[in-house]
């Protein structure tokens, strides 16, 4: 009889939400504040077109008004989803409430920091209209009803309090079978659809306004993700990419090479360029840090030994050489240079292992940077101007296109930097191709056996020394393809620019945290790692002074509450999280990008 009681009595508070309401009554008030939420966005949120987006208008959203759009509809489609509406059950095949709950949270968010910032940008509430009070109150009612959502899962004993029971919400849960499988070129469709969607968001963001419109999309951004992947959206969009790899590449890369054509200035084309240029030397560096498991402080360097041979070789009047070599002579000039400096360095010192190897690579970061101040004519020889540099590198030009002038292409305008922003995306793509090529090939699972265990792979007869060699030549070597590109887009190679730390990248310490940031030895990882730590800092100008504090600080959070990275591979994540199994991957693991050859770790 007593036995009977607990289990009346704790059966409804597992099934209970942070506030008491019914489930149903809760799905419902939702899903009507977030249609309430989405409408008013027709309506003018302030009076004053001196905010940034200009929310002035009937009928018409605009800035952070598409994003309270954009958060509403979502809200409403996976609430709409968890209450069984016939053809939206797709949208969650895993969680219902937990993602209906971050996407209002994500809503609400993004809509009241908005009104905040309207309020005090312009001088007080008085600034804004009846349109953003409604868009207040109604956020606020979907906020409420989504709070009353159960947890998805009701395993395990109930939730004590109100934060428990929160946590409990958003608990992640397994996705589940599809009940019958799509044609092939549906799924193709769908990962179409889901690069152009990125896309969309990539260029919205990169096109909202500096300060806080960009906050505001950020915040609704990193809470619309987790929305999206505990309704285990991300896990099938990843089984989907698994199954078509090469589709899913070729997909990514014609969305990236899209983006120059939605622009019609160089305003934000030289920001994609530069992340595409910081990307790739991540992903050099993520072969030497993530497969080889080599401890690189100094990478930065090989990235400068790139740029300067290019700049000695490429025509600028400050040459000391006063070479101009094509393009395709330069770029080989730069890889070869970089790679040359990747043996000499490596080979003395690759004997050493852990702190001793970072510290050695440190050093050489810092020499390499006083040995261009000093080789000025004064202080030794005249060749790369001491601090002043090699400036004026004019523009490629490769078979008369000049990337130094606007062009036409199939009709749509392209501005200067999106014609280098064009040649980095060629870059990218054979530098991902070596990457896939290397971790698949048997020298990648070497080097992936070195990095879990060099006692054990010596052991079993893998030569360490030289395939660490092999691992630090060929991450120069891409360094130095990315640095030759590099010089022609800033026109200019001075020592500054390659420094171990500082408040702007390229250097050291952010290559390194965008491989560790994205995920070590993943391929996509870096790349995503490398756009975060340029984006963000490139938009956020008004913070300045305080940029290294704050990436301190979120690097801190991403040690305690993700270790592995954001796209980690299988092995970190059994590295991080407790699954009670030896070697096989718990299925409720956060979704990841696969690595190439990590699974197979044996040479």
Not at 189 to 216: R, Y
Not at 509 to 523: D, E, R, S, Y
Request: one cysteine or more; hydrophobic letters at 50%; aromatic letters at 8%.
């Amino acid at each position: 009889m007593t036995t009977d009681t607990t289990t009346k009595d704790t059966a409804p508070a597992r099934n209970r939400g942070v506030l008491p309401l019914p489930e149903r009554t809760a799905r419902i008030t939702t899903a009507a504040g977030a249609l309430a939420t989405a409408a008013s966005t027709a309506l003018a949120w302030t009076w004053s077109s001196d905010f940034p987006g200009d929310l002035t208008y009937y009928g018409s959203p605009a800035g952070l008004q598409l994003v309270t759009l954009a958060g509403g509809i979502l809200t409403l489609l996976l609430t709409a989803s968890a209450l069984g509406l016939r053809g939206l059950q797709w949208l969650t095949p895993a969680g219902r409430n937990a993602p209906a709950l971050l996407a209002a949270l994500a809503t609400f968010t993004a809509t009241w920091f908005t009104l905040i910032a309207i309020a005090v940008q312009l001088g007080g509430l008085v600034n804004l209209e009846p349109g953003g009070a409604v868009a207040a109150l109604a956020s606020l009612l979907t906020l409420l009803g989504a709070l009353g959502l159960p947890p998805d899962r009701t395993d395990g004993p109930p939730p004590a309090g109100p934060w428990q029971r929160f946590t409990a919400t958003l608990a992640a849960t397994p996705v589940r079978r599809r009940t019958r499988e799509l044609p092939s070129w549906a799924e193709i469709l769908i990962i179409a659809a889901a690069f152009a969607t990125g896309l969309l968001a990539f260029t919205f963001g990169i096109d909202t306004d500096d300060g806080a419109p960009f906050v505001g999309y950020l915040l609704f951004i990193v809470l619309a993700l987790p929305a999206l992947t505990r309704a285990g959206l991300i896990a099938r969009l990843t089984a989907l990419t698994h199954t078509h790899r090469g589709v899913a590449l070729g997909a990514a890369f014609i969305a990236a090479a899209c983006f120059p054509f939605t622009q019609d200035t160089d305003q934000y084309t030289i920001i994609g360029a530069n992340i595409l240029i910081f990307a790739t030397v991540a992903l050099g560096l993520n072969v030497v840090v993530g497969l080889a498991g080599l401890l690189d402080l100094g990478y930065v360097a090989f990235l400068g030994v790139g740029a300067y041979a290019a700049a000695l070789v490429s025509g600028s009047p400050e040459s000391a050489l006063g070479f101009h070599f094509p393009f395709w002579a330069a770029l080989l000039t730069g890889a070869a240079a970089s790679l040359v400096f990747g043996v000499l360095i490596g080979a003395p010192t690759l004997r050493l292992r852990g702190d001793y190897l970072a510290i050695v690579t440190l050093g050489f970061g810092e020499i390499f940077r006083i040995a261009m101040l000093n080789l000025n004519g004064t202080t030794g020889p005249d060749i790369t101007n001491g601090a002043m540099g090699i400036p004026n590198i004019p523009n490629l030009e490769i078979f008369g296109f000049n990337f130094g002038e606007p062009h036409h292409i199939l009709g749509i305008p392209v501005a200067t930097y999106g014609n280098y922003y064009l040649l980095m995306i060629l870059v990218t793509a054979f530098v991902v191709l070596v990457f896939r090529r290397a971790a698949a090939s048997r020298i990648g699972r070497a080097w992936i056996a070195i990095r879990e265990d060099e006692t054990a792979a010596i052991a079993m007869g893998i030569n360490s020394f030289r395939l660490r060699l092999l691992a630090f030549a060929l991450g120069a070597a891409l360094a130095g393809l990315a640095g030759t590109v590099h010089a022609h887009v800033v026109t200019t190679a001075t020592p500054e620019q390659f420094q171990f730390a500082g408040p702007q990248p390229p250097n050291s310490a952010f290559l390194l945290a965008a491989v560790i940031l994205g995920g070590m030895g993943t391929l996509s990882g870096p790349l995503v790692g490398a756009a975060l730590l340029f984006l963000i800092p490139a938009k956020l100008d008004f913070l300045q002074d305080y940029q290294l504090l704050l990436f301190g600080i979120a690097l801190v959070l991403l040690m305690r509450f993700r270790p592995e990275g954001l796209i980690p591979d299988r092995r970190k994540q059994l590295e991080f999280h407790e699954t009670g199994q030896l070697d096989v991957p718990d299925q409720r693991l956060p979704d990841s990008d696969a690595t190439l050859g990590v699974t197979k770790a044996k040479a």
